[in-house]
């Protein structure tokens, strides 16, 4: 997982711009490489600050990080979920605890429905699992 509010774009430590950017994208590296040992897929969601309507823009910071996850994703071939959108969709002050990135529990089902359908469509999760109303398997 990894947080916007806690990566900048600028690096204190080494003084680059998009330091701390890179030692994620490094991470991500190291788990596909982890996923085609076992043959799983790596599918990325990237949620969205919650700092401001979901229909306007990102913030700087967001759109510097989430573009270049996007730029690494495309390059190897990792499947990218795009939360904004489809969360857009819920009022923001039922999703949402803070103006940071932490979801309410409406969020969270909201969430997990978006990504339950993505999931499916990505064909990583089983048929019959998608967003409600279209769920076709039961508990035992």
């Not at 339950?116 to 398997?137: F, I, K």
Request: charged fraction near 30%; glycine fraction near 10%; hydrophobic fraction near 40%.
């Amino acid at each position: 997982f990894l947080s916007l509010a806690g990566v900048k774009t600028f690096d204190e430590i080494s003084g680059r711009e998009g330091g701390q950017v890179e030692l994620a994208i490094r991470e991500y590296e190291r788990i596909l490489q982890g996923c085609h040992k076992v043959g799983a897929k790596l599918v990325i969601a990237l949620f969205p600050m919650l700092d401001r309507p979901l229909s306007e823009p990102e913030n700087d910071n967001a759109a510097h990080v989430y573009g270049r996850l996007r730029e690494w994703a495309k390059a190897n071939g990792v499947a990218i979920i795009e939360m904004r959108p489809e969360l857009a969709k819920h009022p923001l002050e039922e999703i949402r605890i803070d103006e940071c990135c932490h979801l309410s529990p409406a969020g969270h089902r909201a969430a997990a429905e978006i990504l339950a359908g993505e999931l499916a469509e990505a064909g990583v999760l089983p048929a019959g699992c998608g967003r409600s109303g279209e769920r076709e398997h039961t508990r035992p």
